[in-house]
Structure formats: C-alpha cells, structure tokens
C-alpha cells in the first residue's frame, strides 16, 4: 500500500473523532507568549500557575534523570530559570500532551505508553549527545513525542487496538506492520495528521511520519535516523508495548546514516550501551510514576 493512500487513511480517522483534544487553553496562551520578542519569566510562571496540575508537572519533570538539576528545584520560578525561555516551550508541550493522553483506556496501559516514551526521549538525548548533534532538547522532545499515533488509536479505536495487539502475540511482527494490514495505515500516518492538526513545528512532524524509516525524511534525516536507533534500543531494553523486537545494529539503516553523517559513533560499544539503558529504565518508570501520582 502506498504512503498517500495510508495518508489519506489517516487523516479520515482523525477527522472522524467529534471529541478530538486539543492544546489546553492555558498551555496555548503561553506558547502564544512565548513567540513574542520579549516576554518574562515571571509572565509565564504567573499564566502556568493558573493550571496547578501543569505547574506540578513542570517541577517534578525538571527535578527527573532527564534534566538533573545540581539540587531539588521547588520554587516554579526557578524551574523555569532552570530551563530557561528556549526550553520551556517542549516541557509545556510534554506536559499538555500528557494531560490529553494521561487516562488507562483498558487498550492501551497509559504508563507503559510514557515509559516508552520517555524512555525514547532520553536514549534520543544520549545519542544525539555522542554524535554532536546541535540541538539535544530537540531530540529529547522527538522521542517523546514520535508515537503519539499509538495512543491515538487506543484511545479511540480500542477495540482495533485490541485485535492488533493479539495479532502480533507469539510472533515476530511488527505493530507497524499489523496496522497496515488491519487498518490500511499506521501509527506513523496517524501521528502525522495529530501533529499537524495541533500545529506541531516541522521537525516534530517528520519524525512523527518517518520514525520507522529516517532514510525517507526530507528535512532532518538525522534526527529521524537518532529517534529510530533510541526506539530500537529502548524497545529492547525497555518495557514494551507494542510487540516483539530484535535488531543488529550494523544492518540498520537509521545506523548507516548516522555513520555516514559522522565518525563520532564508531567508538559506541554497543554491549556496554545496551546495559547502560538498565538503569535508564528504573529512572523513567520512577519519573513516570510521579507524573501520575494523584
């Protein structure tokens, strides 16, 4: 089946839901500020304690493994000092998709769902960091948010969701792969149409669609190549959601080109990575927990 016909797919299931969320209010009016010329901390510290729940999210997401603060930061103020104004638009963005897809649907376990996501965005971040890539936070936010089409699906079309799960069960195919027989698209297409609807920036966006096949991006196929090796090596190591998974590094292509664009990953000992992720997996699902404590 070709792209544009599972694109299409796609963008009529997105269509279809009547009750699609969108970016809260609150989040909306502070990356609203956010994009002009000169705008305070204060000013948004003041609009983000009008949601507490983001607000509590904001510090306890600063004070994770993932940003690793010389000391508990408690004050929201701080945190966004911490941040500073160029980053404090992806943790919004993490925090509002995480109060749009916080529920268990009984289809898909909500905090394995964000372990595998946050996972992703730190592996992302480690990799990005060994190759020299220019802008880590970017790739941190990438591999959160690259299977956002996942949650879409068990969200509102469960029972889909179900049958493509036990599909797969015992076997060695990819949930990809069962979506496109199942459903005429995938996961890739669906968080494609989401990221546009929600005005995502192009980056985001084509990582979204080409997560699964980086040598298909356009504009950063780099950062596609990083999110496909972090969703591997975290599937691998990681929990998962989303079925069997087993790889070689050396005949992947996202691997070929990362080493083509530099030599800095010729030194990777992929053994002692692999186990390196152990302690990453205790740390997300702590993260993961806190997030969703009540």
């Known amino acids: 089946m070709d792209r544009s016909t599972m694109l299409e797919k796609a963008r009529l299931l997105v269509e279809n839901i009547d009750e699609l969320p969108t970016i809260p209010a609150v989040a909306t009016r502070i990356l609203t500020l956010l994009d002009q010329p ?4 204060e000013e948004v510290a003041e ?20 940003y690793r603060p010389s000391h508990e930061i408690s004050s929201l103020k701080r945190a966004l000092i911490h941040l500073g104004l160029r980053h404090i638009r992806e943790v919004v963005l993490t925090t509002s998709l995480i109060k749009i897809f916080g529920e268990d649907t009984g289809a898909l376990r909500v905090n394995a769902f964000w372990e595998h996501s946050f996972g992703v965005g730190m592996v992302s971040k480690i990799i990005a960091q060994k190759l ?4 880590l936070d970017k790739a941190y936010i990438s591999g959160i948010v690259h299977d956002l089409g996942e949650v879409f699906l068990g969200n509102y079309l469960p029972d889909e969701f179900r049958r493509l799960q036990q599909s797969i069960q015992g076997t060695n195919v990819g949930m990809r792969e069962a979506e496109a027989r199942l459903l005429g698209t995938t996961h890739s297409e669906i968080g494609l149409c989401l990221a546009r609807k929600w005005n995502f920036p192009d980056a985001y966006c084509e990582v979204m669609a080409c997560h699964h096949n980086p040598s298909e991006a356009k504009n950063d196929r780099v950062l596609c190549a990083i999110v496909n090796l972090a969703d591997l090596f975290w599937s691998v190591r990681g929990p998962g959601y989303s079925g069997w998974v087993c790889f070689n590094l050396a005949d992947e292509p996202a691997w070929n080109i990362l080493s083509y664009m530099s030599n800095k990953l010729e030194d990777l000992d992929e053994e002692r990575f692999r186990y390196q992720l152990d302690d990453a997996v205790q740390s997300v699902e702590e993260l993961v927990a806190s997030i969703f404590q009540h």
């Open 47 to 66: 609009l983000m304690l009008a949601d507490q729940v983001m607000a509590a999210r904001v510090l306890k997401l600063i004070n994770s493994p993932v």
């Open 38 to 41: 000169e705008v305070e901390i």
């Open 132 to 135: 020299g890539y220019p802008d």
